[in-house]
C-alpha cells in the first residue's frame, strides 16, 4: 500500500521522533586523529593546505593528544617526519627514531590512548617511494624486509596497532609472521587494504613531505576504476593476518567501503584523507558551504557505508559538535 495509508513524513515530524527512528549514528568512539610528528622541541608548524592541522614535535604531540582523548577520541595514528632520509629510509625503522620515541612518551603520560603507527618507508626516502627503489623500479620482495623491521621497531616501543600503508604484496604476512615470532602476538594489524592511487593525497604530501620524486605510485596503489579487485586486495590480507582492514580514500570511494563490509568479518576502517578535509575547509573559508554540516554528513556517510572507524582530521572538530 502506497499514499494516503503510508506518510513517511510522520516519522519527522519532531527531533525526538527523527532520534528514535535513526539508522545510523556518528560516535566520538568512531574516530581516529590522524599526527605528523616531527623533531625538535616546541615546534607547532602550519600546513598551508590543511587548514587546523600541524606538524608536531613529541611534547606539543602529547598535550593535543590529551585534548582529544578528553573529548572522547580513543586513538591516533602517527606519521613521522624525519630529519634526514636516504634511499631506503633508515629512519623508519631506528628504534630511536621519531615515531618509536613518541610512542613510547605517549605510552607514559597517557597508556590509555590507542596508539595506532603507520607502517611505511615513503616519508623517509628521498625519493618518496614506498618501497626499495633499483633503475626507477619498485622492488616488492625487497621493501618487506623493511617493513617488517619497522613494525617491529613501533611494536617494541609499545604501538598497540601497526598499520601498512604501502600495498606492497604480502607485506601483511610477513609483518605477522615477524611481530608473532618476536614475542608481539598480541600486537594488531590495521592494514590498508584497498589504497587507491589518489589525486586526494596531495595536502598529505606537502604535510609530510613525501612526494615521489619520480614517476607516481600506479605500480603499487590501486587503480581507481577497479572494485573488484578491491575484494581480493582486502580477501588476501584477512587471510595473512590483518585484524582490521582500511579502506582509503572514503569519499569517493563509499561504494568500496560497502562493499568490503559485506565480504569479510573482521572490522573495517576508512580514511577521510586529505584532500577531502581540505576541500571542505577552503569551501567553507570562501562562505560556499556550511563547514560543519558538511563535516558531519561526510563522516555520517562514511559510516553509513559500513566503516566502523574512521581516520580523519575532522575528529577533534567532530568530538567537540558530538558532544554538544
Not at 222 to 250: C, F, H, T, W, Y
Not at 294 to 322: C, N, P, T
Amino acid at each position: 500500500m502506497t499514499f494516503p495509508v503510508h506518510r513517511y513524513r510522520r516519522l519527522r515530524q519532531s527531533e525526538g521522533l527523527l532520534k528514535m527512528v535513526r539508522e545510523n549514528s556518528l560516535s566520538t568512539d568512531d574516530l581516529i586523529e590522524p599526527f605528523f610528528v616531527c623533531e625538535g622541541s616546541g615546534v607547532s608548524q602550519e600546513i598551508s593546505s590543511m587548514p587546523g592541522v600541524r606538524r608536531l614535535s613529541i611534547d606539543k604531540l602529547t598535550s593535543e593528544i590529551k585534548a582529544g582523548y578528553s573529548l572522547g577520541i580513543p586513538a591516533v595514528i602517527l606519521f613521522g617526519i624525519p630529519e634526514k632520509k636516504d634511499d631506503l629510509g633508515s629512519e623508519a625503522y631506528n628504534p630511536d627514531g621519531v615515531v618509536q620515541r613518541a610512542v613510547r612518551e605517549i605510552k607514559n603520560v597517557l597508556p590509555e590512548v590507542v596508539v595506532i603507527t603507520d607502517v611505511c618507508i615513503d616519508e623517509y626516502t628521498n625519493h618518496g617511494h614506498c618501497g626499495v627503489v633499483e633503475d626507477n623500479r619498485i622492488l616488492n620482495d625487497a621493501t618487506l624486509e623493511l617493513l617488517s623491521k619497522m613494525a617491529l621497531t613501533h611494536a617494541e616501543a609499545g604501538a598497540d596497532i601497526v598499520a601498512p600503508s604501502d600495498m606492497m604484496d604480502g607485506r601483511v604476512q610477513k609483518i605477522r609472521k615477524t611481530l608473532d615470532e618476536t614475542g608481539h602476538q598480541e600486537k594488531v594489524i590495521m592494514s590498508y587494504a584497498a589504497k587507491y592511487a589518489s589525486a586526494f593525497y596531495g595536502p598529505f604530501r606537502e604535510a609530510a613531505d613525501s612526494s615521489p620524486q619520480f614517476g607516481d605510485r600506479c605500480s603499487y596503489q590501486m587503480d581507481p576504476a577497479n572494485s573488484d579487485e578491491s575484494i581480493r586486495e582486502v580477501l588476501q590480507d584477512v587471510e595473512e593476518g590483518a585484524d582490521i582492514v582500511m579502506v582509503k580514500p572514503a569519499l569517493s570511494y563509499l561504494d568500496i567501503i560497502y562493499r568490503v563490509r559485506d565480504k569479510v568479518n573482521v572490522p573495517v576502517a576508512a580514511y577521510n584523507v586529505s584532500g577531502e578535509y581540505s576541500m571542505v575547509k577552503a569551501a567553507s573559508q570562501k562562505g560556499w558551504v556550511e563547514g560543519e554540516r558538511v563535516m558531519m554528513e561526510i563522516l555520517l556517510s562514511i559510516k553509513r557505508a559500513g566503516a566502523q572507524m574512521i581516520l580523519s582530521y575532522f575528529a577533534k572538530e567532530a568530538a567537540q559538535i558530538l558532544n554538544r
